[in-house]
Every structure is written in C-alpha cells, then in structure tokens.
C-alpha cells in the first residue's frame, strides 16, 4: 500500500475484527525495466516506492501488532535480482536488495520478542511479470532447465510462516531452480 496513513487504518481494521495479526506477506513489485543511464526518475522511484514503501506502510503498523502479542512472522517476496545482476533492472534490483536489508535489520530488532522476520527471493517464476520474457534463452540458464510454478514459492512463504521455521529470523531462501 502507498499510503501509511490508509494502511495503518486497514491494518487495525484487520486486528479488530480478527484480535490479532499472526502473520504479514509482503508481495508488492513492479518493473519499469531499462538501461540505468536512460532510466527516468519517474521509473526508478514508481519501482522503490512500490516495494520499500509499501514494505514500510504495512510492516510498521503490524509489527506495532506483533510486538504487543510478543509473536509473528514477516515474509517478504524479493527477487534473485537483489542476489544477481540484470543488465536493465537496477532500479528493480535496488528495491529488492532494500527489501532484504530492511527485513535482515527488523529481524535482529524483534527476534527476542517471538516475531521472525524472512525474505523469499524467486528466480523466474511463471507470473504475469515475466510473461514476455525470452522464456527459452532463460531457460538455459537455470540448472534444473525449467520455469518455477507460484506454488512452489508459496510452500516456502508457508513454512518460514510456519511453527516448523521458529528459529529462522533473518534469512533470504532462494527459489531458483538453482540459478545461483
């Protein structure tokens, strides 16, 4: 979400009706691909707000949450961009990178109050965002030779929210096929 204000009143909406918040998943992402020197500031900022501001307006107010109820985890949706470089992508790159920084140093900050906070970093992933990708090109690249499914993601976002990740803070888990 874009708006802090906005969010912080969804999210104690949430924790009204719910009592509380046990769980937060950040996925938010855009591409505005392109050369750096040739980059907009228009696109270099629409793809760092949407990731590190919209990671901002939600975890703040749930991690507020989450530090009374003294438990929780955080998953944060990144990129094997952060990890690697893609010529055209730096602003991408950046906002992803941030995503893991942010989580790393939120999670050494709240790990002693029961609240883990991780990050999943996707390789390519049959998603929208990829849909014109030169698919076969990409391909070659990845040790296991295919495209990952979003369900595959999903099972790793679901264990580091699970009872079964409690002594995993502060960690990136690549799903790459391999890639790196």
């Not at 995503?99 to 140093?105: G, K, N, V």
Request: net charge positive.
């Amino acid at each position: 979400m874009r708006d802090s204000e906005a969010s912080s009143q969804v999210v104690d909406d949430i924790h009204t009706r719910l009592g509380s918040i046990d769980i937060l998943v950040n996925n938010a992402g855009i591409i505005a691909d392109g050369l750096f020197v040739m980059m907009s500031k228009k696109n270099w900022q629409s793809v760092i707000s949407t990731s590190l501001d919209g990671f901002y307006n939600l975890t703040q107010p749930v991690l507020e949450k989450m530090v009374r109820q003294r438990r929780g985890a955080i998953v944060s949706i990144s990129s094997a961009s952060a990890l690697m470089a893609n010529r055209g992508q730096a602003n991408y790159a950046a906002a992803k990178a941030g995503l893991i920084a942010a989580s790393r140093a939120v999670a050494s900050e709240v790990a002693r109050l029961g609240i883990r906070v991780n990050v999943v970093a996707p390789g390519l992933i049959e998603t929208a965002m990829v849909k014109d990708a030169p698919i076969a090109n990409i391909k070659a690249l990845i040790p296991m030779a295919r495209i990952g499914k979003p369900a595959e993601v999903a099972k790793v976002v679901r264990f580091l929210c699970s009872a079964d990740a409690s002594y995993i803070t502060g960690q990136t888990i690549s799903v790459n096929g391999g890639m790196f």
